[in-house]
């Protein structure tokens, strides 16, 4: 999950990708993605566990912040409780399924902020050139120089615990590699003859960013942001377990694994459901973006 | 090769400067006055006026800085708020402990990672190519500090083979050679490899897959040379891209351990880091982000270097 890097490869990667594209391109991807048993399996667990938390309150499920001491620690199976009881006594089903909703919200609400800044910073930086493109470069290279966990915590400790900071922190771990390719591919896209020829008839840095420039870079980088929603998760889930991101009695799965870290003697598979949760949507995440990855990529 | 050195030296020592910035803006970021992040809440008004002042928290940012900065060359990061003792001890300390852990976890996930790799790179599209494969993925899609957890709730609470917590019997917060310490070394070591066993074994399977498709392996067959001759051209042409994610990984296990340290209480800078956070001692997390930072940017640097002079396409590039 350290691997934030966009390595040479991806980049150079991301730049052929950037430079053809034939005509119903689009739908030849969705083909492809629709023919990819792996891929299409992973988006149905991931849906699922989505739709599930997304509809939650209007599910059949025990309050989740709904403690009983007499219920403490119930195993799997137990009558009207069939994943058991946490430590407090709630049950374990409706947290892990409502905890769904803070955990997928932390995994993907960062990439979306920062794949917006990120294209926003990359794409100025590589059509404007210049000073521009040092003074922004350079911040993101000092950012690049932290290990992302390292970042993360850094922020989120001198912040604070709480949903808001970490979502900040996040978002900042995740800009400096998405403005790195968004840069290079609007760099190689500047450099290419039909930019030049819209210029010269007429079309406004505007319409030539708009049009040729967004048009190429939004790909790759959205291939790349996918990959990133499973690191944003278990980095949020990290924060939640040392106890920097979502405060207590909240349902969140990095929490969860943390307040159950004392029932690890009594009930073992209790005390490690919430990793399986986290472990399974950011594997399948990580796997729609491979097939992504090579839907889209099309070598002529 | 000296003019290239020199050039890359010209852009490190901007980002480190650039990274000792962040770190000094960090304990700004914190919400309210930052002399009562440093001060003890009960401190009496004169106490918190001469911290001011000693600290310098009344002059401009920039001289803020300087100071701050000039203290750091000299080895002054300040003193623990909780236990009083100098950041920069508390941190070497520490330091040791985390960098034999991410030495142990190295050597472990880049065996196996080369190894595993290597052998699905030659055996492309075979069932141990795709097993690697799979295994390379749930690797970087494991929650590292949930394995944790899961491999103490098997080795420790079920089969009771190994030790849970600390680097050694009786709370040893040192680190030495021997059984007692190694026992206590085995979990988070395995923990921490399963991250850089699987991007290294992503990373070798694709560089060497790509080497043997090149025409000029085909050439070297066609001459009549064996397969090990083969296998030396082709560690020749993987070795600067796999040591520059292998130098990645072994920054990232130094400075991405903090979640490991804090499942096995591993006495280590991620475990201080921690203990920083819970008890917001802000200078001590200042510190210790500080120094594993930097020592981020100059690793990357020597596998910078150490790549050049491996490859000299990049020298000329």
């Known amino acids: 999950m350290n691997d934030l890097a966009p390595t040479a490869e991806r980049l150079q990667e991301a730049r052929?990708?950037?430079?053809?594209?034939?005509?119903?391109?689009?739908?030849?991807?969705?083909?492809?993605?629709?023919?990819?048993?792996?891929?299409?399996?992973?988006?149905?667990?991931?849906?699922l566990i989505a739709l599930a938390a997304v509809f939650a309150p209007w599910l059949p499920l025990a309050d989740p912040y709904d403690g009983r001491i007499v219920q403490r620690l119930k195993p799997i199976g137990t009558e009207g409780m069939p994943l058991g009881g946490d430590e407090l006594g709630r049950d374990m089903l409706s947290r892990l399924i409502y905890?769904?909703?803070?955990?997928?919200?932390?995994?993907?609400?960062?990439?979306?902020?920062?794949?917006?800044?990120?294209?926003?910073?990359?794409v100025l930086?590589?059509?404007?050139?210049?000073?521009?493109?040092?003074?922004?470069?350079?911040?993101?290279?000092?950012?690049?120089?932290?290990?992302?966990?390292?970042?993360?915590?850094?922020?989120s400790g001198a912040l604070g615990a709480g949903l808001t900071n970490t979502l900040i922190s996040l978002t900042v771990v995740f800009i400096p590699p998405l403005t790195r390719i968004a840069e290079s591919v609007t760099t190689s896209v500047r450099g290419l003859d039909f930019v030049d020829a819209a210029r010269a008839s007429g079309a406004s840095h505007l319409a030539v960013i708009r049009t040729h420039v967004l048009g190429n870079v939004v790909g790759p980088i959205f291939i790349y942001a996918t990959s990133l929603v499973s690191v944003s998760m278990i980095l949020a889930a990290g924060l939640?377990?040392?106890?920097?991101?979502?405060?207590?009695?909240?349902?969140?799965?990095?929490?969860?694994?943390?307040?159950?870290r004392t029932a690890i003697y009594v009930d073992p598979v209790l005390?490690?459901?919430?990793?399986?949760?986290?472990?399974?949507?950011?594997?399948?995440f990580n796997l729609m973006s491979d097939g992504l990855r090579s839907a889209m990529d099309v070598k002529l | 090769m000296l003019r290239y050195v020199l050039r890359r030296v010209a852009y490190v020592v901007p980002i480190a400067l650039g990274v000792s910035i962040v770190c000094f803006a960090l304990v700004h970021l914190v919400p309210g006055e930052i002399v009562d992040a440093i001060v003890p809440a009960d401190a009496p008004p004169e106490v918190v006026e001469q911290m001011t002042k000693d600290y310098g928290f009344d002059q401009p940012l920039p001289v803020q800085y300087g100071l701050w900065l000039w203290r750091a060359v000299q080895g002054d990061l300040g003193e623990s708020l909780v236990s009083g003792r100098p950041v920069a001890a508390e941190i070497s300390k520490a330091f040791g402990n985390t960098f034999v852990l991410a030495l142990a976890a190295a050597l472990l996930g880049f065996s196996l990672g080369l190894l595993m790799g290597g052998i699905a790179g030659y055996l492309q599209g075979s069932l141990w190519d795709r097993l690697v494969t799979g295994l390379a993925v749930t690797g970087v899609s494991l929650p590292h500090y949930w394995?944790?957890?899961?491999?103490?709730?098997?080795?420790s609470a079920q089969l009771n083979w190994l030790p849970a917590v600390g680097a050694g019997p009786a709370g040893s917060d040192q680190w030495q050679l021997d059984w007692a310490h190694l026992r206590h070394m085995i979990l988070p070591a395995v923990t921490l490899a399963a991250i850089p066993l699987g991007i290294i074994a992503r990373t070798v399977r694709a560089v060497v897959a790509e080497i043997l498709n090149q025409e000029y392996v085909e050439t070297l067959r066609a001459k009549g040379l064996g397969e090990g001759r083969i296998l030396v051209h082709v560690i020749k042409n993987a070795a600067p891209t796999v040591l520059a994610v292998m130098g990645l990984q072994f920054g990232y296990l130094l400075g991405g351990s903090i979640l490991v340290e804090t499942v096995f209480s591993w006495p280590g800078t991620g475990f201080l880091m921690n203990t920083a956070i819970l008890q917001r001692d802000l200078p001590l997390l200042q510190g210790t982000i500080l120094v594993l930072a930097l020592f981020f940017v100059s690793l990357n640097f020597a596998v910078d270097i150490l790549q050049t002079l491996l490859d000299p396409r990049i020298r000329r590039g």
């Open chain 1, 16 to 47: 052929e990708f950037a430079g053809l594209k034939p005509e119903g391109y689009w739908q030849g991807v969705f083909k492809r993605l629709r023919r990819d048993p792996i891929t299409v399996g992973a988006a149905l667990v991931v849906l």
């Open chain 1, 99 to 122: 905890g769904g909703r803070l955990s997928l919200f932390m995994g993907i609400a960062p990439v979306v902020a920062a794949f917006l800044i990120g294209t926003t910073l990359g």
């Open chain 1, 125 to 155: 930086a590589g059509y404007l050139g210049g000073r521009t493109n040092m003074a922004i470069m350079r911040t993101v290279d000092v950012f690049y120089a932290f290990p992302s966990i390292l970042l993360a915590i850094a922020i």
């Open chain 1, 240 to 260: 939640s377990f040392i106890g920097l991101g979502v405060k207590p009695p909240e349902p969140e799965w990095g929490l969860m694994l943390n307040t159950l």
């Open chain 1, 271 to 284: 005390a490690a459901l919430p990793g399986v949760m986290i472990f399974v949507v950011s594997i399948c």
């Open chain 2, 147 to 155: 394995l944790g957890i899961v491999l103490v709730i098997i080795f």
